[in-house]
């Protein structure tokens, strides 16, 4: 059994994408093009799979509990803003699904701003091109940063929205990290 076919349940620093999906099915991207907008399926870093879920489970916490999915090997993407200057600055922060975005610490730090905050729901929906509840750094419009937590950086793979709560993406924590704009950082709280 090859690392990319390895069960769920074991250590996912020695495992491929399997050990992050839980019970759910690894699929080719190409061969699925349903299942992801169009920015994303143009974005996805090589070796990335998707996994079709039902919409009602695509919160982390309905996934986990439905699918098996580890809480672990999970990450969430968030969309803040703050502004300085009259400049405003835009970032996605993406942080495992066992902690959370410091944004009115780290993230407002690293955003160089007096205050961040996350953008309301229609406004994150409107600008990422994406459905809330499934934003995924993967595909977002030129010119956003991309906050990216060290342990997301440093995970073998991630499971992570993809742009629509019809779909998840397993992707590698490193692919993360070198998305355009991405920056990694040590922005989420522990614990």
């Not at 961040?116 to 750094?137: D, H």
């Amino acid at each position: 059994m090859s690392g990319q076919d390895s069960p769920a349940g074991t250590d996912p620093s020695v495992l491929g994408p399997r050990s992050v999906a839980g019970a759910l099915e690894l699929l080719a991207p190409a061969e699925h093009p349903g299942l992801l907008p169009p920015a994303v399926a143009a974005a996805l870093p090589e070796g990335a799979r998707v996994c079709a879920i039902e919409e009602d489970v695509a919160d982390t916490a309905a996934l986990v509990e439905a699918a098996g999915v580890p809480l672990e090997g999970s990450a969430n993407c968030v969309l803040v803003s703050g502004r300085r200057g009259g400049e405003e600055r835009v970032a996605a922060c993406v942080v495992l699904a066992t902690t959370r975005a410091d944004v009115n610490g780290a993230v407002k730090r690293a955003l160089d701003v007096r205050k961040a905050s996350f953008l309301p729901q229609e406004r994150a929906v409107a600008e990422s091109g994406m459905e809330f509840g499934g934003i995924t750094p993967v595909g977002l419009p030129g010119g956003w940063r991309v906050l990216v937590d060290r342990a997301v950086a440093e995970s073998p793979w991630v499971l992570i929205g993809s742009g629509v709560r019809r779909s998840k993406l397993v992707v590698r924590g490193a692919d993360v990290a070198s998305l355009p704009g991405a920056q990694v950082a040590d922005i989420a709280l522990r614990g």
